[in-house]
C-alpha cells in the first residue's frame, strides 16, 4: 500500500468497525428536531477523530490541500453511476449520471460547485457526494474542477462556474432544468455565479442550493465567536488565509465575493442547509433573512449537531444521507421537467 494513504485508509478502516451499527438505515426524522440522535453524535464524533487525525491544526492551505485530497482518497467511491471526463468550456470536469439511465446526456441536471477554502478540492473530493445527488434526483451532474487559490484568485473561480453553466445549456440542458449546488465556499461561488447572470439578464438556474455556505468573508457573524469551539473543520487561520488568498485587492464585503452585501431581488429559489455547531451558521441565516426580505423564496435547515461539511460524508453519516435526499427533493421540485415517479 502507498504510505502516503496508508493513514488514511487506516482512518476509513477504523471508522467503519466503530461505526457500522450506528450507521444502519433508519426513517428519515422531521428536519425541525430540536435534538440530534445519540447515533447520530456518535457518528459525528468519530467522523471529527479522523478528521483531526489527518489535518494539520493550523496547517498551511497547501498542507490542507493535500490533507483533504488525502482523506477523502480514502473513501468509498460512488457506485451505480456513469462517469464521464469533459471539457465544459475550457473547465475540466466530471459529468455523471445515474447507471441505470443510458445516456451521456440528459434532460436535467445539477450543476456542483465543490468546496474547500477556495484552495482545496476536487472532482476527486467530492465525487460521492455528486453520484448521490445523481441517483437520488434522477439527473445528470455535471461536477467542476474550478482554478484554485493561491495559483488563481477571484474572479477565476466564479468565471470557472459561469461556463461550466453555459456548457450545459449549450449541450442541450434548459436553464429551468439546471439547479446550481455548491458546499462551503462551493455555496458561495453558487450564488455569485447566479448573481452574475440575474445583473447580465441571462437566463437564470431553475434554483440554487448552498451546503453549509461562506457568504461573508468579512467573518462578522456572531457565531464566528460563539461556535468557534463547537467546529473542528473552520477556524480563525483557516479563515484569513482563503480571505488573503482569495481576495487579490477586494474588500471583504465586496458583494461581488461576499453575497450577504449583494442585492438578491430577482434571485430563484434558494436551499440553504447548515449545521448548529457551524462557525458559518451565521453566514447562512443572515443571507436567508435577507433574500427573504428582497422577495426571494428561502427555504433554510438547520441540522442539529452538525460541523462543517458533513454532507461530504453520506458513507459514514445518516445525515449526510438525509441532507443529500432533501437536496435532490428540492431539485427534482423545481426542475421544469419532473422526474418519472
Do not use: C
Not at 120 to 127: K, L, Q, W
Not at 294 to 315: K, R, S, Y
Request: hydrophobic share 40%; aromatic share 8%; glycine share 6%.
Amino acid at each position: 500500500m502507498n504510505g502516503r494513504y496508508g493513514l488514511a485508509r487506516y482512518a476509513f478502516a477504523a471508522f467503519m468497525m466503530v461505526s457500522s451499527a450506528a450507521i444502519s438505515p433508519s426513517p428519515a426524522a422531521a428536519l425541525d428536531e430540536t435534538q440530534q440522535s445519540k447515533a447520530s453524535q456518535e457518528q459525528v464524533e468519530k467522523l471529527i477523530s479522523v478528521w483531526r487525525e489527518q489535518y494539520p491544526e493550523n496547517g498551511t492551505p497547501q498542507e490542507r490541500r493535500v490533507a483533504f485530497e488525502r482523506l477523502m482518497e480514502s473513501t468509498p467511491p460512488p457506485t451505480r453511476v456513469q462517469i464521464k471526463h469533459v471539457d465544459a468550456d475550457g473547465v475540466d470536469a466530471d459529468l455523471i449520471w445515474p447507471a441505470r439511465l443510458h445516456h451521456p446526456i440528459g434532460r436535467r441536471a445539477i450543476l456542483y460547485i465543490h468546496g474547500g477554502g477556495f484552495y482545496s478540492g476536487s472532482t476527486r473530493t467530492h465525487r460521492a457526494l455528486a453520484g448521490a445527488l445523481a441517483k437520488a434526483a434522477s439527473a445528470d451532474v455535471l461536477l467542476i474542477d474550478y482554478r484554485l487559490v493561491p495559483e488563481y484568485s477571484y474572479p477565476a473561480q466564479v468565471n470557472d462556474a459561469l461556463n461550466g453553466y453555459r456548457w450545459l445549456m449549450e449541450s442541450g440542458y434548459r436553464n429551468d432544468n439546471i439547479v446550481i449546488a455548491g458546499d462551503s465556499v462551493g455555496g458561495n461561488i453558487a450564488i455569485e455565479a447566479t448573481l452574475k447572470q440575474i445583473q447580465a439578464k441571462r437566463p437564470l438556474p431553475a434554483a440554487v442550493v448552498t451546503m453549509s455556505p461562506v457568504t461573508d468573508l468579512a467573518a462578522t457573524g456572531p457565531s464566528m465567536k460563539n461556535n468557534a469551539a463547537n467546529d473542528p473543520i473552520t477556524g480563525k487561520v483557516q479563515i484569513e488565509a482563503m480571505q488573503k488568498a482569495y481576495l487579490g485587492g477586494k474588500s471583504p464585503t465586496d458583494p461581488e465575493v461576499s453575497p450577504l452585501y449583494a442585492d438578491m431581488t430577482g434571485f430563484p429559489p434558494l436551499l440553504m442547509q447548515v449545521g448548529s455547531r457551524e462557525m458559518l451558521m451565521d453566514d447562512t441565516l443572515r443571507l436567508a433573512d435577507k433574500a427573504r426580505q428582497a422577495g426571494v423564496d428561502v427555504t433554510t435547515e438547520v441540522w442539529p449537531g452538525m460541523i462543517h461539511e458533513w454532507q461530504l460524508f453520506p458513507f459514514w453519516l445518516e445525515d449526510a444521507r438525509r441532507s443529500n435526499q432533501k437536496v435532490a427533493d428540492f431539485a427534482m421540485k423545481h426542475f421544469a421537467d419532473k422526474p418519472n415517479e
